[in-house]
C-alpha cells in the first residue's frame, strides 16, 4: 500500500497560468477530500467526492478552482488563472467510506504563485 | 471564534520527559482525528477516536464530548516525536468535514 500519491510535489507558476495538481487516492477508498494549508488560514476543507460523485464543494473558491474525479483511482485539482494567493501546500486525503472513518492524507502539493 | 482551539501553540520537551496537547471545541463534535505532521510535510495520522480513550505505544488520547475536549498524551518523548500535532474535529454525524485546529508545535530536545 503507497498511500495517498501527490504529484507534483512542487510546482511553481507564474500569475495568471493553470496549475493542475493530481492525486491518487489508496486502493478501495471510496471517499476523496482536497484541502489547503497556509501558515494564515491553517488547513481548510475545500472538496469532497464519494465514489467518484462530487459531495460537498463548499470549500472551493467560487471562481478558477475546480475539482474532478474521473475514475477510483486519481482525482484532479484545477486553478485556472492562478495567483500570488493561491500559494499553499495542497493536500489529498482519502478514507475508507465518507464520515466517520480514519483519514489519510499525501505529502502534498507545494503550489508556489509567483 | 476557533471552532477547535489547541493549546499550547508551541512547547519544546526533553527527551525521555511527558506532555500532554489539549484541544477544546466549541462544536458539538461527534468524533476526534489527531495528526502529526512531520518536518516533511506529511500528515500522520495517530488516532480516531469515539468518545473514549485510545493508546498506542508511548501515545494516549481520550476524547470527552461531554465537555468538549480532547488530550493527546506523549510519555518518554522522543526527537521522532518531533513536528506539528493537530487535532481535527468532525462536527456531526454524517459530516464529512473534519475542522482543524491551528496544532501545537512540539520541539524534542536531547
Known amino acids: 500500500n503507497a498511500g495517498v500519491i501527490q504529484t507534483p510535489r512542487h510546482k511553481v507558476t507564474g500569475k495568471g497560468q493553470e496549475a493542475t495538481l493530481w492525486c491518487e487516492p489508496i486502493?478501495?477508498?471510496?471517499?476523496v477530500f482536497w484541502y489547503r494549508q497556509t501558515i494564515v488560514q491553517g488547513l481548510e476543507f475545500l472538496t469532497y467526492?464519494?465514489?467518484?460523485?462530487?459531495?460537498?464543494d463548499s470549500g472551493m473558491p467560487k471562481e478558477r478552482f475546480s475539482a474532478q474525479m474521473p475514475n477510483q483511482s486519481h482525482s484532479t485539482l484545477k486553478i485556472q488563472s492562478t495567483q500570488p494567493q493561491d500559494s499553499a501546500v495542497y493536500l489529498c486525503?482519502?478514507?475508507?467510506?465518507?464520515?466517520?472513518?480514519?483519514?489519510?492524507f499525501g505529502a502534498g502539493t507545494r503550489l508556489s504563485v509567483l | 471564534g476557533d471552532k477547535v482551539k489547541q493549546s499550547p501553540s508551541a512547547l519544546s520537551l526533553q527527551e525521555g520527559t511527558n506532555s500532554a496537547l489539549r484541544c477544546n471545541f466549541s462544536i458539538a463534535a461527534t468524533t476526534v482525528q489527531w495528526f502529526l505532521q512531520n518536518p516533511r510535510g506529511s500528515l500522520i495520522n495517530l488516532f480516531y477516536?469515539?468518545?473514549g480513550t485510545k493508546e498506542n505505544g508511548r501515545l494516549k488520547s481520550t476524547f470527552n464530548s461531554k465537555e468538549s475536549y480532547s488530550t493527546l498524551h506523549i510519555r518518554d518523548a522522543q526527537l521522532e516525536d518531533s513536528g506539528t500535532y493537530f487535532c481535527?474535529?468532525?462536527?456531526?454525524?454524517?459530516?464529512?468535514?473534519?475542522?482543524f485546529g491551528s496544532g501545537t508545535q512540539l520541539t524534542v530536545m536531547p
Open positions: 467526492f464519494r465514489n467518484q460523485a462530487p459531495i460537498d
Open positions: 486502493s478501495g477508498h471510496s471517499a
Open positions: 477516536l469515539v468518545p
Open positions: 486525503a482519502s478514507s475508507l467510506d465518507g464520515s466517520q472513518n480514519t483519514l489519510y
Open positions: 481535527a474535529a468532525e462536527a456531526a454525524s454524517g459530516s464529512w468535514q473534519l475542522i
